[in-house]
C-alpha cells in the first residue's frame, strides 16, 4: 500500500526539524507565574482597562467629597442672603449664588452625600432583598419559585419611579433618606430578584455542586459555599450600575417635590429650584445637574467595565 | 403554542391583581383620612363626609372596598372625584394625548436606538461605536427632567422652534420634542442592548456558516444577525411601553402636556385617592398587557418557544 | 474521497474502480488534469490573532497541498492551529485573527490578500464549509430548507420554486429521510446527526471543488459518526469534491484521508501519505500521538500480575469483615446492582396532555468486584449515566436495588450515607465544570477533609500535598486556581479529591472523554497505576469502546435503557455476541489499520454489513432523554434589565 514512489508534488513525507518545535512533556504545568484567582484575575484585566481606572478615580473622588464634603468649602450650603440672590461668581463662591443667595459651589459639594447615600443604601438594600427572594426562589424551585416569582411580576408591574411618587406623597411628612430608601427598596428589589434568581439556577446545576454531594455536602453548604459564591457576578455587575439609576430616581422625585425635602441640600431640590430660573441663570441648572451627570456616569461606566471582565458572553469577544 | 399562550394569560392574572391590590393598598390604607381632610381649612359638614364616605365605600373594609371598586372598573366605571367630577371624562381626554407622547417616544428610542445599536455593535471598539456608547452613557447618566429643561430652554426659548408649553389639545408635531426626551433614556438603552445582541450573535457559530456558504455580507447581517439579535431588543420595547407610561408624569408636568401623568400628579397632589389609583391601575393594565403581547410575540418570533414552554 | 484499502462504502455500487481510479489522483468526471496541478496549495502560512495580552502565533509556516478529488486531514490536539489553518482559506478566521505571511493559492490563484469580493465568488460556490458543532452551526430561526436554499440562491444555483426542489433532493442526497417535511422544519427538531446532515447537505449545495470538513462528526455518537462518514465519503466520491478533513482522531484521519497533515502548536512537524506516517511516524511528536491513541494500540495498560496480586489483598481484607445483621454476603462483590429500574415521566406540553414515562434504565445487573474494574458503554440515551448517578445514590432507583458492601443503598440512615459518601467516589465528565472554579487546587482537594472532619489543619495540608504527588501534580498548584489549569490537569485534581477519604470505589463518568489523546492516554495511566496502587474498584461510564479495552476487566454494553452484552473485556472485543455490540465495535475509526506492519486487518464482508440507518429511533431517543427540550438558559446578565 506505500505510494511514496508516486506521491503528488507537495505531498511527499515532510518532517519537521526537531529542534523547530519543541516538544513539552504532555499536558505540563508552569509552576513559574503567580497564582491567580478567578477574583484576581477579573481584578488584574480591570486594571488594565481605563475605563475601570477613570470609573475608578471618579467614584473615589465623589466619596470622598461626600463623606467629607468640608474638604473642599469652609461655606455652610444653607447660609443664605437674599442679598446675594443670582450673584455671579466671584472669590470664595466660584459657581456664584443662587435666587435665595446660598452658595452654589457649596451646594454641589454638600448636596453629594444625600444622592450618594440615597443611590448606596438603596443598591445595599435592594441587593439584600432582591438577593435573598431571587436566590431562595432559584435554588429551592417548583412551587416556591412559583409563587415568589408572581411576587416579583406584581412588584415589577409597578414602576419605580411611579411607584415611588405615590407613597412618598402619602407620607410627604415623613420625607427623609431612611423612607426615600426604604420605599425605592420596595419598588426596586424586583431587577436584582430576577437576576439572582436565574443565576442562582444556572450555578445550581453545575457539576461542581453534584461533585459536592457526592462528597457528603449538605443543602446549605452547598447554597453558602458553592452556588452564592459563584452566582454573584450577575448581581455584582447589575448593582453597581443600577446605583447610578439610583440616583437619577432620588433627583427625579426631589424634583417633583416628593423626594428629599427642601430642607435637605440635594442636587434634585436645586436642579428643581434653578427650572424657575432658566431663562435667566442657566448656569444654576448646569451645576448641580452636572455634579449629578458625572456621579452617575461614573457607576455606569464602571458597572459596564466590571461586566466586560465577569460575563463570559463579554470576555469571549 | 396555545399552551404558552394561556399559560401566560393565567400568570398575568395573579399579577394584575396583586399589583392592582397593592396601590389600592398603598392610597386608601395609609394613614390621613381623604374626606376629613377635603375641605381643606373650613372641614365639611359630618352628614356629607358620612355620605361622602358611603359612596366611596370607605366605611366598609379594605378587600371589599378593593373589590367594589375593581367591580365598577370592569363595567367602565371609572368612579368619579371627590368633588364629583367623571373621572372616566377626564381621562378621556387625557389618554389620547399620552399613547400620541409614547408612540412618538417608542418609534424615536425604536428606529434610532436600534439602527445606532446595529451599527455599534457590528463596529465594536472603532470611533463610532465609542461615539455612540459615549452617547447613550450621557443620555443615561443626565436625568430625563433636566434634558426636559435643556431641550425646552434651547429649542423653545433660544431657537423658537416649538412651543415652551405645549398646552391642550397638543398636535403631533407639539408632542414631537417632548416625545422624544421622553424616549431618550430607553433610546440609550435599546442601543446597548442592541450593540451587545449584535456582537454577540455576530460571533455565533451559525453566522460564520452562513458566511461560508456564500452570502453576502448584507445578507448574512439582515437575515442571520439582525434577525437573532432582535428578539430580546423588542422585549425590551415591549415592557418599555408600560414604563414610559410612568415616565409620563415627568414630561408632562415639564411641557405641561394634559395627559395621563400629568393628571396623576395633579390627582396626587390633591389628594383625589380614587382618581390616583384608576390613573394608577389603568397604566399597571397597560404594562401586564404590553407584558404579555411581548410574550406572544416572542414565541412568534422564536420557534424554540413555540415549541416547548419555559418552565 | 479515496482510502487506503479495504475500507468500502455501503452506498457505494462499486467500490473497486473507484479505488483504483481515486488512488493515482486520476478520478476525474470533470476531465481537469489532477495530478499536475494541486487545488490548494498553502505555503508558508503564518496567522496571528491579536489579544489583549499581545500578537499570538496560531499557524507558523504551514505548508499544505490538495489535489482534486482527494481527502486530506490535518490531525492535531486542541490549540494546534488546525481549525485556524483551514478557517484562514476563506477568510472566515475570527475578527481578532489576520493571515500575517504565506500564500493561499486556490486553483493557482493566491487568495490569501484576496478582496471581500473575490473571497465571496468562492465560499459556497467552490469551498464548501461542513463545520463542527451541528448545534450550534444552524440559525435556530429558520427553517432548516430556507437556510439551504440560501446557499443555492446565494451561488446563483437556483431560485424560487426550483430552488426549493432542489433543497429536498438536496437534503435527500444528504441522507435524511423524509426530506419534504424535514425541510420545512426547524433545526431544534432535528437530532444531532440530522442536523449535521442537513449542515454537509449545505456545504455542498453549491457544488464546491474543495469542502472543508471540520471536525464533522466529533460532537456524534460513534455509530451514527460513522454511517455520516461514510455518507460523506460516498457523496465527495461520486461528485468528485476534495475534502480537507480536520479531526483530532489519528485514527479517523487514517481511515479516511490519503494524505494527512499532523500539527503541534501551530507548526507542522509531520506530513506524508497517511499509511506511511502511521507505520513509519517520523517526528517525536507523532510518533507520541500513535502511541497514545486509544483506538490504534487499545490494549490493557497495566500488567495483568500485579493487578491480580492487588486484588487478592482486597478480596482478603474483604472477607476478614464478619457479615453485620442486615447485609446480604456478595463475597468479593463491592457493588452489586440487581434489577435495577428508572422511569422518567416527561411532562407533557401543557397540563392536559399525559406525562410519557421513559425508561431510562430498564432492568440493568452488575457486579464489581473488588479491585476491577467494570466499563458500562452506550451511546446518549443508553442510560450509563444515570446508572451512575443511581450507583452515587444522587438518584432514586424506580425499582431494584444497589448493595455496596452487602447494605442496600436505599434503606441507609443518614449516617451510613454519610460513610457511603465517603467510600464510593465521583469523577466526572467535564474538567471545566467539575470543581468550583472559586475554589484554590488545595481547598479542592481539601473539601473533602473538611466536610469528614478528618485530620487538624496541618494533617489535611500533608495530605493534600501527598494526593497532588500521587496524581502527578506538583505542590506548587496547591495556590492555584482551576482557570490557571488545563482539562487534563483539572480532571488530575478531580481525581485528587475523589481519592482523599480513600474510598474504595471510584466511579468514573465519561471522566477522560473531554480530554485530547495525549492527556488522555496519561490519565488513563494514572488511573490504571493507582487502581494497582491502592486497589481500588472502578466503574467507568464511556461511550468509547476504544478505551475501555484499555481499561476495563469486564464491560456492560447498554443500549436504551437495556443491557444488551455483558462479559469479559477480552472477549467483547474478540467475540461480540450482539449485533449492536459489533456495530460499536465497528464504528470505532482505524480499528483496521494495522500499526506494525502494512498488513490491513479486518475484512470485507464486516465492513460491508449493512448498517441500519436509525435516524427516526435516534431522534426519539435524544428527544426522550432530553425531555421536549432542554429549555434555554436564561442569561443572567440580561433578564434582569433595567429599573
Given at each position: 500500500?506505500?505510494?511514496s514512489p508516486?506521491?503528488?508534488p507537495g505531498?511527499?513525507?515532510?518532517v519537521?526539524p526537531?529542534?523547530?518545535?519543541p ?6 504545568v ?5 497564582p491567580?484567582?478567578l477574583?484576581?484575575?477579573a481584578w488584574?484585566?480591570?486594571i488594565?482597562n481605563p475605563?475601570?481606572i477613570?470609573a475608578?478615580?471618579?467614584i473615589?473622588?465623589i466619596?470622598?467629597v461626600?463623606?467629607l464634603p ?7 450650603p444653607k ?8 450673584g ?12 435665595q443667595?446660598?452658595?452654589?459651589y457649596a451646594?454641589v459639594?454638600?448636596?453629594a452625600r444625600?444622592s450618594?447615600s440615597?443611590?448606596v443604601l ?10 435573598a427572594?431571587g436566590?431562595?426562589?432559584?435554588y429551592f424551585?417548583?412551587?416556591f419559585d412559583?409563587?415568589l416569582?408572581?411576587v416579583t411580576d406584581?412588584?415589577f408591574?409597578?414602576p419605580l419611579v411611579l411607584g415611588a411618587?405615590?407613597v412618598?406623597q ?8 431612611v423612607?426615600l ?15 439572582a434568581?436565574?443565576s ?5 446545576n453545575?457539576?461542581?455542586v453534584?461533585a ?6 449538605g ?6 459555599k458553592h452556588?452564592?459564591p459563584n ?6 455587575v447589575?448593582?453597581t ?5 439610583y440616583?437619577v430616581v432620588?433627583?427625579?422625585?426631589s424634583?417633583l417635590g ?11 431640590v ?6 424657575s430660573a432658566?431663562?435667566d441663570?442657566p448656569t444654576l441648572l448646569?451645576y448641580p445637574?452636572?455634579a449629578l451627570?458625572?456621579?452617575?456616569l461614573?457607576f455606569i461606566m464602571?458597572?459596564d467595565?466590571v461586566?466586560d471582565v465577569l460575563d463570559?458572553?463579554?470576555k469571549?469577544? | 403554542m396555545?399552551w404558552y399562550?394561556l399559560?401566560?394569560?393565567l400568570q398575568?392574572?395573579p399579577v394584575?391583581?396583586?399589583a392592582t391590590?397593592?396601590v ?5 390604607f395609609?394613614p390621613?383620612?381623604?374626606i ?5 381649612d373650613?372641614p365639611?359638614p359630618e352628614a356629607a363626609?358620612?355620605?361622602l364616605r358611603?359612596?366611596f ?7 371589599v ?6 367591580a365598577?372598573?370592569f363595567?367602565?366605571d371609572?368612579?368619579?372625584t ?14 389620547p394625548i ?5 408612540i ?5 428610542e425604536a428606529?434610532?436606538?436600534i ?5 455599534s455593535?457590528?463596529?465594536k ?7 455612540f456608547?459615549?452617547?447613550s452613557?450621557?443620555v443615561?447618566?443626565v436625568?430625563?427632567?433636566v434634558?426636559?429643561f435643556?431641550?425646552q ?7 423658537r422652534?416649538?412651543?415652551v408649553?405645549v ?6 408635531e407639539?408632542?414631537l420634542?417632548?416625545?422624544m426626551?421622553?424616549?431618550a ?7 446597548r442592548?442592541?450593540r451587545?445582541?449584535v456582537a454577540?450573535v455576530a460571533?455565533?457559530?451559525?453566522v460564520r456558516t ?10 448574512v447581517?439582515?437575515a442571520h444577525?439582525?434577525?437573532n439579535s432582535?428578539?430580546p431588543?423588542?422585549?425590551?420595547i415591549?415592557i418599555?411601553?408600560?414604563m414610559?407610561m410612568?415616565g409620563a408624569?415627568?414630561?408632562e408636568?415639564i411641557?405641561?402636556?394634559p ?7 395633579d ?6 385617592n380614587t382618581?390616583?389609583?384608576t390613573?394608577?391601575?389603568l397604566l399597571?393594565?397597560?404594562f401586564v398587557?404590553a407584558n404579555?403581547?411581548?410574550d406572544i410575540?416572542?414565541a412568534?418570533l422564536?420557534?424554540?418557544?413555540r415549541?416547548v414552554s419555559?418552565? | 474521497m479515496?482510502?487506503t484499502g479495504?475500507?468500502s462504502?455501503?452506498e457505494d455500487?462499486?467500490p ?8 493515482d489522483g486520476?478520478a476525474?468526471s470533470?476531465?481537469?488534469?489532477h495530478?499536475?496541478t ?8 503564518d496567522?496571528t ?9 496560531a499557524?507558523?509556516?504551514a ?7 482527494q481527502t486530506?486531514?490535518i490531525?492535531?490536539?486542541?490549540g494546534?492551529?488546525k481549525?485556524?489553518?483551514a478557517?484562514a ?6 475578527r481578532n485573527?489576520?493571515?500575517t505571511?504565506g500564500r493561499?493559492e486556490?486553483?493557482?490563484t493566491?487568495?490569501a ?6 473571497i465571496?465568488a468562492?465560499?459556497g ?7 463542527q458543532?451541528?448545534m450550534?452551526?444552524l440559525?435556530?430561526?429558520?427553517r432548516?430548507?430556507f437556510q ?8 446563483g444555483?437556483?431560485?424560487?420554486k426550483e430552488?426549493?426542489?432542489r433543497?429536498v433532493?438536496l ?7 423524509d426530506?419534504e417535511?424535514r425541510a420545512?422544519?426547524?433545526?431544534h427538531?432535528f437530532s444531532?446527526?440530522m ?6 447537505a449545505?456545504?455542498l ?9 471540520d471536525?464533522p462528526?466529533s460532537a456524534?455518537?460513534v455509530?451514527?459518526q460513522?454511517q455520516?462518514l461514510?455518507h460523506?465519503d460516498?457523496?465527495t466520491?461520486?461528485l468528485d469534491v476534495?475534502?480537507?478533513?480536520i479531526?483530532h482522531?489519528?485514527?479517523?484521519a487514517a481511515?479516511?484521508?490519503q494524505?494527512?497533515?499532523v ?5 507542522v512537524?509531520?506530513s506524508?501519505?497517511?499509511l ?7 517526528h517525536?511528536?507523532t510518533q507520541?500521538?500513535?502511541?497514545a ?5 487499545s490494549?490493557r495498560?497495566?500488567s495483568?500480575?500485579?493487578?491480580a ?12 469483615r ?11 462483590d463491592?457493588i452489586v446492582?440487581?434489577n435495577?429500574?428508572?422511569v422518567f ?10 406525562p410519557t414515562p421513559?425508561t431510562?434504565?430498564d432492568?440493568?445487573?452488575f457486579r ?6 467494570t466499563?458500562?458503554v452506550?451511546?446518549s440515551g443508553?442510560?450509563k ?5 443511581m450507583?452515587?445514590k444522587l438518584?432514586?432507583?424506580t425499582?431494584g436495588q ?14 451510613e450515607?454519610?460513610?457511603?459518601r465517603r467510600?464510593v ?5 467535564n ?6 472554579p472559586?475554589?484554590?487546587i488545595?481547598r479542592t ?6 466536610l ?5 489543619r496541618r494533617?489535611?495540608v500533608a495530605r493534600v500535598r501527598?494526593?497532588l ?7 506548587g498548584v496547591?495556590?492555584?486556581y482551576p482557570?490557571?489549569?488545563s ?7 478531580a481525581i485528587a479529591?475523589a481519592l482523599a477519604l480513600?474510598?474504595e470505589?471510584v466511579?468514573c463518568d465519561?471522566a477522560?472523554?473531554a480530554?485530547?489523546?495525549l492527556v488522555?492516554?496519561?490519565v488513563?495511566e494514572?488511573?490504571n497505576d493507582l487502581?494497582?496502587e491502592?486497589?481500588?474498584?472502578y ?9 475501555v ?8 454494553v447498554?443500549?436504551q435503557g437495556?443491557v ?7 472477549q467483547?472485543f474478540?467475540?461480540p455476541q450482539q449485533?449492536?455490540t459489533r456495530r460499536l ?5 482505524g480499528?483496521?489499520?494495522e500499526l ?8 470485507l464482508?464486516e465492513?460491508q454489513a449493512?448498517?441500519?440507518d ?6 426519539e431517543?435524544e ?7 432542554a ?13
Amino acid at each position: 500500500m506505500s505510494r511514496s514512489p508516486d506521491t503528488l508534488p507537495g505531498q511527499h513525507h515532510y518532517v519537521a526539524p526537531s529542534n523547530e518545535v519543541p516538544l513539552r512533556a504532555v499536558d505540563a504545568v508552569d509552576t513559574e507565574a503567580e497564582p491567580r484567582s478567578l477574583w484576581g484575575e477579573a481584578w488584574h484585566s480591570l486594571i488594565r482597562n481605563p475605563i475601570f481606572i477613570i470609573a475608578g478615580i471618579m467614584i473615589a473622588f465623589i466619596l470622598l467629597v461626600a463623606l467629607l464634603p468640608g474638604l473642599f468649602t469652609d461655606n455652610d450650603p444653607k447660609f443664605c442672603e437674599l442679598r446675594n440672590s443670582y450673584g455671579g461668581p466671584q472669590a470664595g463662591h466660584p459657581f456664584g449664588f443662587d435666587q435665595q443667595g446660598c452658595d452654589v459651589y457649596a451646594r454641589v459639594i454638600h448636596g453629594a452625600r444625600a444622592s450618594v447615600s440615597v443611590g448606596v443604601l438603596t443598591t445595599i438594600g435592594v441587593v439584600l432583598l432582591g438577593g435573598a427572594i431571587g436566590a431562595i426562589a432559584g435554588y429551592f424551585g417548583g412551587w416556591f419559585d412559583s409563587i415568589l416569582s408572581r411576587v416579583t411580576d406584581i412588584f415589577f408591574a409597578i414602576p419605580l419611579v411611579l411607584g415611588a411618587i405615590v407613597v412618598m406623597q402619602l407620607f410627604r411628612e415623613h420625607a427623609g433618606v431612611v423612607l426615600l430608601v426604604s420605599v425605592m427598596v420596595v419598588f426596586g428589589w424586583t431587577s436584582i430578584a430576577r437576576i439572582a434568581r436565574s443565576s442562582v439556577m444556572s450555578v445550581k446545576n453545575a457539576e461542581f455542586v453534584t461533585a459536592a454531594t457526592a462528597l457528603g455536602a449538605g443543602r446549605t453548604t452547598n447554597l453558602v459555599k458553592h452556588i452564592l459564591p459563584n452566582a454573584v457576578a450577575p448581581v455584582i455587575v447589575t448593582a453597581t450600575v443600577n446605583l447610578g439609576v439610583y440616583i437619577v430616581v432620588e433627583a427625579t422625585l426631589s424634583f417633583l417635590g416628593v423626594g428629599l425635602p427642601d430642607s435637605t441640600v440635594s442636587w434634585g431640590v436645586d436642579i428643581s429650584k434653578a427650572q424657575s430660573a432658566l431663562r435667566d441663570r442657566p448656569t444654576l441648572l448646569f451645576y448641580p445637574a452636572g455634579a449629578l451627570a458625572i456621579t452617575v456616569l461614573s457607576f455606569i461606566m464602571m458597572g459596564d467595565a466590571v461586566r466586560d471582565v465577569l460575563d463570559p458572553k463579554a470576555k469571549k469577544r | 403554542m396555545t399552551w404558552y399562550v394561556l399559560r401566560r394569560v393565567l400568570q398575568m392574572i395573579p399579577v394584575f391583581f396583586g399589583a392592582t391590590l397593592l396601590v389600592y393598598f398603598m392610597v386608601f390604607f395609609m394613614p390621613g383620612d381623604p374626606i376629613a381632610a377635603l375641605g381643606g381649612d373650613k372641614p365639611l359638614p359630618e352628614a356629607a363626609q358620612a355620605r361622602l364616605r358611603e359612596e366611596f365605600n370607605l366605611d366598609k373594609p379594605f378587600l371589599v372596598q378593593y373589590f367594589l371598586y375593581l367591580a365598577n372598573i370592569f363595567q367602565g366605571d371609572l368612579g368619579s372625584t371627590f368633588r364629583g367630577q367623571s373621572i372616566s371624562g377626564q381621562l378621556a381626554d387625557a389618554f389620547p394625548i399620552t399613547i400620541r407622547l409614547a408612540i412618538i417616544a417608542i418609534v424615536f428610542e425604536a428606529v434610532l436606538g436600534i439602527a445606532a445599536g446595529v451599527i455599534s455593535g457590528l463596529r465594536k471598539g472603532t470611533w463610532i461605536d465609542t461615539t455612540f456608547l459615549m452617547l447613550s452613557l450621557l443620555v443615561i447618566a443626565v436625568p430625563t427632567f433636566v434634558l426636559g429643561f435643556v431641550a425646552q430652554f434651547v429649542l423653545g426659548v433660544q431657537l423658537r422652534v416649538m412651543p415652551v408649553n405645549v398646552g391642550r389639545d397638543p398636535s403631533w408635531e407639539n408632542l414631537l420634542v417632548p416625545g422624544m426626551v421622553l424616549g431618550a433614556v430607553s433610546f440609550a438603552y435599546v442601543l446597548r442592548l442592541t450593540r451587545t445582541q449584535v456582537a454577540e450573535v455576530a460571533a455565533q457559530d451559525h453566522v460564520r456558516t452562513a458566511t461560508a456558504k456564500g452570502l453576502p455580507r448584507h445578507r448574512v447581517v439582515s437575515a442571520h444577525v439582525l434577525r437573532n439579535s432582535l428578539i430580546p431588543v423588542i422585549t425590551y420595547i415591549g415592557i418599555d411601553l408600560g414604563m414610559l407610561m410612568g415616565g409620563a408624569i415627568v414630561t408632562e408636568s415639564i411641557f405641561n402636556i394634559p395627559g395621563i401623568g400629568f393628571h396623576l400628579w395633579d390627582a396626587i397632589r390633591a389628594g383625589e385617592n380614587t382618581k390616583v389609583v384608576t390613573i394608577v391601575t389603568l397604566l399597571v393594565t397597560v404594562f401586564v398587557i404590553a407584558n404579555l403581547i411581548v410574550d406572544i410575540l416572542y414565541a412568534l418570533l422564536d420557534p424554540r418557544i413555540r415549541y416547548v414552554s419555559k418552565s | 474521497m479515496t482510502q487506503t484499502g479495504r475500507i468500502s462504502f455501503r452506498e457505494d455500487p462499486n467500490p473497486e474502480l473507484r479505488d483504483g481510479e481515486l488512488r493515482d489522483g486520476q478520478a476525474s468526471s470533470s476531465g481537469h488534469d489532477h495530478a499536475s496541478t494541486p487545488l490548494l496549495d498553502i505555503q508558508d502560512l503564518d496567522v496571528t490573532f491579536t489579544t489583549s495580552a499581545g500578537p499570538v502565533p496560531a499557524v507558523r509556516g504551514a505548508n499544505l497541498t490538495v489535489y482534486p478529488g482527494q481527502t486530506v486531514a490535518i490531525v492535531g490536539e486542541s490549540g494546534s492551529g488546525k481549525s485556524t489553518t483551514a478557517m484562514a482559506i476563506s477568510q472566515l478566521l475570527p475578527r481578532n485573527g489576520a493571515i500575517t505571511g504565506g500564500r493561499i493559492e486556490f486553483q493557482g490563484t493566491d487568495i490569501a490578500a484576496a478582496d471581500r469580493k473575490q473571497i465571496l465568488a468562492l465560499r459556497g460556490s467552490e469551498i464548501g464549509l461542513v463545520p463542527q458543532d451541528p448545534m450550534s452551526n444552524l440559525n435556530p430561526l429558520w427553517r432548516v430548507g430556507f437556510q439551504i436554499k440560501e446557499a443555492l440562491v446565494a451561488n446563483g444555483i437556483a431560485k424560487g420554486k426550483e430552488a426549493d426542489r432542489r433543497v429536498v433532493e438536496l437534503l435527500a442526497e444528504a441522507g435524511l429521510p423524509d426530506p419534504e417535511r424535514r425541510a420545512n422544519q426547524f433545526p431544534h427538531e432535528f437530532s444531532g446527526g440530522m442536523r449535521q446532515r442537513a449542515l454537509i447537505a449545505m456545504g455542498l449545495a453549491a457544488r464546491p471543488s474543495l469542502l472543508i470538513a471540520d471536525e464533522p462528526t466529533s460532537a456524534l455518537d460513534v455509530t451514527v459518526q460513522r454511517q455520516i462518514l461514510d455518507h460523506l465519503d460516498h457523496l465527495t466520491d461520486s461528485l468528485d469534491v476534495a475534502v480537507l478533513l480536520i479531526t483530532h482522531d489519528l485514527g479517523l484521519a487514517a481511515e479516511r484521508a490519503q494524505h494527512l497533515v499532523v500539527m503541534y502548536r501551530g507548526h507542522v512537524v509531520e506530513s506524508g501519505p497517511a499509511l506511511q506516517l502511521l507505520q513509519d511516524p517520523q517526528h517525536a511528536y507523532t510518533q507520541r500521538l500513535i502511541a497514545a491513541a486509544p483506538s490504534l494500540s487499545s490494549r490493557r495498560l497495566v500488567s495483568q500480575r500485579e493487578r491480580a496480586r492487588t486484588r487478592q489483598d482486597a478480596e482478603k481484607a474483604a472477607r476478614a469483615r464478619d457479615p453485620l445483621p442486615g447485609r446480604h454476603d456478595d463475597g468479593d462483590d463491592v457493588i452489586v446492582a440487581e434489577n435495577l429500574t428508572r422511569v422518567f415521566s416527561i411532562r407533557g406540553r401543557a397540563p392536559w396532555e399525559k406525562p410519557t414515562p421513559f425508561t431510562a434504565v430498564d432492568d440493568v445487573s452488575f457486579r464489581l468486584r473488588r479491585g476491577t474494574t467494570t466499563a458500562i458503554v452506550g451511546e446518549s440515551g443508553s442510560g450509563k449515566s444515570t446508572v451512575a448517578q443511581m450507583v452515587l445514590k444522587l438518584l432514586e432507583p424506580t425499582s431494584g436495588q444497589v448493595r455496596f458492601d452487602g447494605r442496600d443503598l436505599a434503606q441507609m440512615s443518614s449516617k451510613e450515607l454519610f460513610e457511603l459518601r465517603r467510600r464510593v467516589q465521583p469523577i466526572f465528565q467535564n474538567p471545566y465544570g467539575t470543581i468550583d472554579p472559586t475554589y484554590s487546587i488545595f481547598r479542592t482537594v481539601e473539601e473533602p477533609l473538611r466536610l469528614h472532619g478528618i485530620g487538624t489543619r496541618r494533617e489535611r495540608v500533608a495530605r493534600v500535598r501527598d494526593l497532588l504527588d500521587k496524581v502527578a501534580l506538583p505542590t506548587g498548584v496547591m495556590d492555584r486556581y482551576p482557570n490557571e489549569l488545563s482539562g487534563g490537569q483539572r480532571q488530575r485534581v478531580a481525581i485528587a479529591r475523589a481519592l482523599a477519604l480513600e474510598p474504595e470505589v471510584v466511579v468514573c463518568d465519561e471522566a477522560v472523554s473531554a480530554l485530547d489523546v495525549l492527556v488522555q492516554a496519561q490519565v488513563l495511566e494514572l488511573l490504571n497505576d493507582l487502581q494497582s496502587e491502592l486497589g481500588l474498584s472502578y466503574i467507568f461510564i464511556t461511550h468509547d469502546l476504544a478505551v475501555v479495552r484499555q481499561i476495563a476487566d469486564d464491560v456492560l454494553v447498554m443500549e436504551q435503557g437495556r443491557v444488551v452484552e455483558h462479559a469479559p473485556t477480552e472477549q467483547v472485543f474478540t467475540d461480540p455476541q450482539q449485533e449492536y455490540t459489533r456495530r460499536l465495535l465497528d464504528a470505532i475509526p482505524g480499528r483496521s489499520i494495522e500499526l506494525a506492519g502494512s498488513r490491513i486487518l479486518g475484512d470485507l464482508e464486516e465492513a460491508q454489513a449493512p448498517t441500519t440507518d436509525s435516524m427516526v429511533s435516534e431522534d426519539e431517543q435524544e428527544q426522550a432523554v432530553r425531555g421536549p427540550i432542554a429549555s434555554e438558559g436564561e442569561d443572567p446578565y440580561t433578564t434582569g434589565g433595567v429599573v
